[in-house]
């Protein structure tokens, strides 16, 4: 029952798409015949065809939800063939309108003959079990003229779809080349990280406790006090490449608390707006975090700001971050970090935009599709 409601409902949207082909296609008749007979090359016919062409466009996708790809180079021949598309549409639509108009009349002169009444019911059921088998072929005629409608424009314009998926495998395979050179890039940072800060203090803590064991009395002591402060800084120092790497807290207390902890890290005054009532995806809370991370980090090494305000909200099923600080601006949205993040984003069919003019300030915004 709901496919025949949405069928019904269809309907004036349908009819009012091929009224208005109808009335182009005499247009496109005009077009195609001067341009296949005697003007072919001309450049006033060929930018007549493809301004119809658009208003086709524009009428499949607004009246039969069919979208085509922006190409016009096959104009002329399209108008050629959809002109009598929308002339068959007219007939089909003449066609009803004259059924709606005449079957009352018919019925009338019908009853008012001279037949006994038998004979008037008989011829009366007669005309409205063929009317109505005349109504239902013209309301299927008026849906296939809409399917070759589409179909024709399809073809000869290009599918919008096969374009935009197009697109998204061209774009699939380049982020893809992106992944993998930034996954190198973060080994080789956390490589970095490892052997600069951890490595160096277990070293540091090794020639400790050698000498601590070495050592009698109070000099024994100040030795293995060291050593527990550099286990502590080292334990510090794992924490921080860990979290660079992924914030634990994710997984157990949600985005909320893990960007707390990023703002008391961050060493300047950073005001959180948390409006996200249900909990993301994993993937999306994970993109949101390392978003406001980067930000953050950013404006308090390098921007020489004072405070920075992180929004979370929802919009149109998205979870929108947006990072604006006080800093002095200039940020290269091609840098390493803010590139990274980009390349985060996109793997999820999201949007980023950095704006950073001289002086400031800084706005980065992102979109996560939560579908």
């Known amino acids: 029952m709901r496919q025949i409601r949405l069928w019904i409902a269809s309907l004036p949207r349908i009819a009012a798409g091929l009224l208005l082909g109808a009335i182009s296609a005499v247009a496109e008749l005009g077009i195609a015949l001067v341009g296949g007979l005697a003007l072919r090359q001309s450049a006033v016919v060929t ?82 079990v063929l ?3 005349l109504l239902f072929l013209g309301l299927a005629g008026l849906w296939g003229l809409a399917a070759i409608d589409r179909v024709v424009g399809q073809h000869f ?20 080349a992106e992944v993998i050179t930034e996954i190198d890039a973060e080994r080789r940072r956390i490589e970095r990280d490892l052997h600069d800060g951890v490595q160096q203090r277990l070293v540091a803590l090794g020639m400790l406790i050698g000498r601590a064991r070495r050592a009698d009395g109070p000099r024994a002591a100040e030795l293995l006090r060291q050593a527990h402060e550099e286990s502590q800084q080292v334990l510090h120092d794992l924490r921080e490449v860990s979290w660079q790497v992924y ?17 008391e890290r961050a060493g300047i005054d950073v005001r959180l707006h948390y409006d996200l009532d249900d909990r993301p995806p994993a993937a999306v809370e994970t993109a949101a975090y390392f978003v406001v991370s980067e930000a953050v980090t950013n404006a308090a090494k390098h921007s020489g700001a004072r405070s920075v305000n992180v929004h979370l909200g929802w919009k149109d099923g998205c979870v929108v971050v947006e990072v604006d600080d006080d800093g002095r601006g200039g940020a290269d949205a091609s840098g390493a970090g803010l590139s990274g993040l980009a390349r985060r984003v996109a793997g999820l069919d999201g949007s980023f935009a950095v704006r950073s003019p001289q002086g400031g300030p800084t706005t980065i915004t992102a979109e996560l599709p939560c579908e």
């Open 47 to 128: 930018g007549w065809a493809r301004r119809v062409t658009e208003f086709e466009r524009w009428r499949l996708r607004r009246f039969f939800h069919a979208t085509t790809a922006e190409d016009t180079a096959r104009a002329l021949p399209y108008l050629a063939v959809r002109c009598w598309v929308g002339f068959m549409g007219g007939v089909v639509l003449l066609m009803l309108v004259y059924g709606f108009v005449a079957s009352p009349v018919v019925l009338i002169e019908l009853w008012t003959a001279e037949f006994t009444f038998a004979g008037k019911l008989i011829r009366a059921v007669y005309m409205v």
């Open 131 to 133: 009317g109505i088998a």
């Open 157 to 176: 314009l290009g599918s919008g779809r096969e374009e935009a998926l197009k697109r998204r495998v061209a774009e699939l395979s380049f982020s893809r």
């Open 247 to 263: 914030p634990s807290a994710l997984d157990g207390d949600g985005l909320h608390v893990a960007l707390e902890n990023v703002a």
